[in-house]
């Protein structure tokens, strides 16, 4: 690029003048539009071009993207569809590139691509079309035709829809080009006040929402750190973008503050407060008060940056042989949820099943000199290092104890709260028993896969969940621990998990199912990108379903044309012995996203007809109540029925009932 495109972004914020860089921005973009134009005008390869979106439509801003139709006479070759940017010579420095088959037309390909312009990145969605297929969609303006395209009153997702793609793969989210991707995406959205989008971007980083350009600066750098480095240029530029929205809605410019590594833990802590009060999580003043008192950085293994330590993320403190995380200080929204659902006071007595230290120090601090604060953790070194941690952070009163958190502590009296911070499948006899009458169990709740922070109170023989909400602990160790079964259908490049005794399948069936033709199909079920608690409910109301039932989790880059589930980690699938249907998504339009099936395997039909029917049946009944009730009772008594679709899920101590009113199909 010449022109406006070679301007570049200063980034001292004294320098950084946003009037003049967006209409650089703006300017450049314009040039590129027209460069590009007049370059495939002279490519006989290409029938016609159309741009769609904000800018065809005359709505745009400098953070628009450009949405190209490139239709091009087919066959289209290989090269075309593997990197369409490059190989139609389009004009500008590509920074990143994340194709997508899942948002390809037919016979075509598709790519997003950042494109630097004036030193910023700016989005590039290229469908690559089949002249035979491609039309003009509504609202879509003609750049260039060789010959004259089809005219249409659809848009152009409902024309996409007309075109499925042959290919239902995606990339990988860990992938550096994804992660620049979403970071700038939510960058947009916040420059905007955009909150609804941003909060969706937020959602696909998992984590709950920013308030500031400078906690996405963060996130990057964190993240990147255990990833392969992507181009420096890329970065950069995406920097200078976090820079400008910064000053633009006049943050403090944090990440290029000469003082950034000088920040105080004080001011850390005060950020952290800050922003987790924005967001909700906490409402307390008791709970802000500890938050802002509690060095975390001191319970952070040695060499933690402050930055990292009071992230909104977690912090591993410990590792198995296998690399897997053993132990963690969980992340800080979590943790202030979790004390607020126990309900604590001045006095109050509260057991902690898995330590770290820092969520005791935070519990000393709520509950005062007055209350008592026991925390349990079978592995000696974790012990260790929880004690070091509380003695430097001056809360030498919190009891530590190593021993088997299955027991609880009998010792220590009863409790107005058990707060189990690892992952469970069961809940013991002993964190019921050693609580009060009136107590509170805050528990990580594992129900086949899929893990609830359920807040707990007894009712008669039984226990009541009163709120319950999605998250992730390390697993148990000792008595308590429960390992799901895994089942390898490509090496550990796509694993079914099954969590349950109930379940059973063949293997080898299974992947023998991957070599034959899937099965696809979209249901009429949608929701809003910010909808975040509608994949947390969708997700319980699959796994309830009194059927066979299994987790899968892949690497989308390893099974890319062959598996592309919704959540690469904790996909919903149904199952019978030898075929599997999953939960897959597909953008719909800007603000939905519309849920489908996908199946392998005999039965393939049956199961993706049958999750569709589960989705439908869900839409209309479940998705704006309450969710479910939740209840455990001793396992070998009888649980009352309910009137409406129920599971069951036996333990070894309790059997968990999951009710759903309404009727059932």
Avoid at 72 to 85: C, E, K, S, Y
Avoid at 287 to 299: E, M, Q, T, W
Avoid at 345 to 370: D, H, K, Q, W
Avoid at 583 to 603: D, K, S, V
Wanted: net charge negative; aromatic share 6%.
């Amino acid at each position: 690029m010449t022109g406006a495109g070679e301007v570049m972004v200063e980034r001292s914020q004294d320098r950084l003048d946003p009037a003049w860089v967006l209409t650089a921005v703006v300017a450049a973009r314009d040039a590129w539009v027209a460069e590009a134009t007049a370059v495939l005008q002279t490519d006989p390869r290409v029938a016609g071009m159309v741009l769609v979106g904000s800018l065809a439509r005359g709505d745009s801003d400098a953070f628009s993207d450009v949405d190209l139709i490139v239709a091009v006479d087919p066959p289209i070759p290989q090269m075309l569809l593997t990197d369409p940017f490059a190989a139609l010579g389009l004009p500008g420095v590509a920074l990143y590139r994340r194709p997508k088959p899942r948002n390809a037309p037919a016979g075509g390909g598709y790519l997003a691509v950042a494109v630097e312009l004036a030193g910023l990145p700016v989005l590039f969605d290229v469908y690559l079309w089949p002249a035979t297929t491609a039309a003009v969609p509504a609202g879509g303006r003609v750049l260039t035709e060789r010959t004259r395209l089809p005219r249409t009153g659809l848009g152009l997702l409902d024309l996409l829809a007309t075109c499925p793609p042959e290919d239902a793969s995606g990339s990988d989210p860990d992938d550096p080009a994804t992660l620049l991707l979403l970071v700038q995406l939510a960058a947009k959205y916040h420059a905007r006040g955009d909150r609804r989008r941003r909060a969706a971007i937020c959602h696909q980083l998992h984590i709950s929402d920013i308030t500031d350009a400078s906690e996405l600066r963060r996130l990057l750098d964190t993240r990147l750190a255990a990833m392969r480095p992507p181009p420096g240029r890329a970065l950069a530029a995406v920097r200078r973008l976090l820079d400008l929205v910064s000053v633009l809605l006049k943050e403090v410019l944090v990440s290029t503050s000469p003082d950034v590594k000088d920040r105080t833990p004080e001011q850390a802590r005060q950020e952290l407060v800050d922003q987790l009060t924005a967001r909700g999580w906490i409402t307390q003043p008791a709970v802000a008060a500890a938050f802002a008192a509690v060095p975390r950085h001191l319970f952070a293994p040695e060499g933690t940056s402050i930055e990292a330590a009071y992230a909104d993320d977690t912090v591993v403190t410990r590792r198995g042989p296998d690399g897997k995380t053993t132990s963690s200080i969980s992340a800080p929204w979590l943790q202030a949820y979790m004390i607020e659902a126990a309900a604590l006071s001045p006095g109050s007595r509260v057991l902690e099943i898995g330590s770290g230290g820092y969520n005791a120090a935070l519990l000393a601090e709520v509950v005062g000199p007055a209350g008592t604060v026991v925390t349990v953790d079978i592995d000696a070194q974790v012990v260790a290092n929880a004690r070091t941690g509380l003695a430097r952070a001056g809360y030498p009163q919190v009891q530590v104890i190593c021993g088997d958190g299955e027991h609880g502590y009998a010792d220590g009296g009863s409790y107005d709260a058990v707060i189990v911070t690892v992952e469970t499948s069961d809940v013991p006899p002993a964190w019921i028993g050693q609580l009060t009458a009136d107590g509170v169990l805050v528990i990580p709740l594992r129900m086949r896969g899929h893990t609830r922070c359920l807040t707990l109170r007894p009712d008669g023989d039984h226990l009541v969940a009163t709120a319950a909400v999605q998250c992730g602990f390390v697993s148990m160790q000792g008595h308590g621990r429960d390992p799901v079964r895994r089942i390898p259908l490509r090496g550990e490049d796509a694993v079914l998990v099954l969590d349950d005794t109930t379940t059973q399948v063949d293997g080898d069936a299974l992947r023998a199912a991957l070599d034959t033709p899937g099965v696809l199909q979209w249901s009429p079920v949608t929701a809003a990108l910010d909808d975040g608690s509608a994949f947390e409910s969708v997700h319980l109301w699959l796994a309830s379903q009194p059927r066979p039932y299994g987790i899968l989790t892949v690497d989308r880059e390893k099974t890319a044309g062959l598996l592309d589930p919704q959540d690469r980690f904790f996909c919903p699938t149904l199952l019978t012995g030898d075929s599997f249907a999953y939960l897959i998504l597909r953008r719909q339009n800007a603000e939905t996203l519309q849920f489908g099936g996908h199946g392998y395997g005999p039965a393939a039909d049956t199961l993706v007809a049958e999750l569709i029917d589960l989705l439908t049946v869900w839409d209309e009944q479940h998705r704006v109540s309450s969710g479910p009730r939740i209840t455990l009772h001793p396992t070998g008594s009888r649980v009352p029925d309910s009137g409406g679709l129920r599971l069951l899920v036996p333990r070894r101590h309790t059997t968990t009932a999951i009710t759903w009113s309404g009727r059932a199909r």
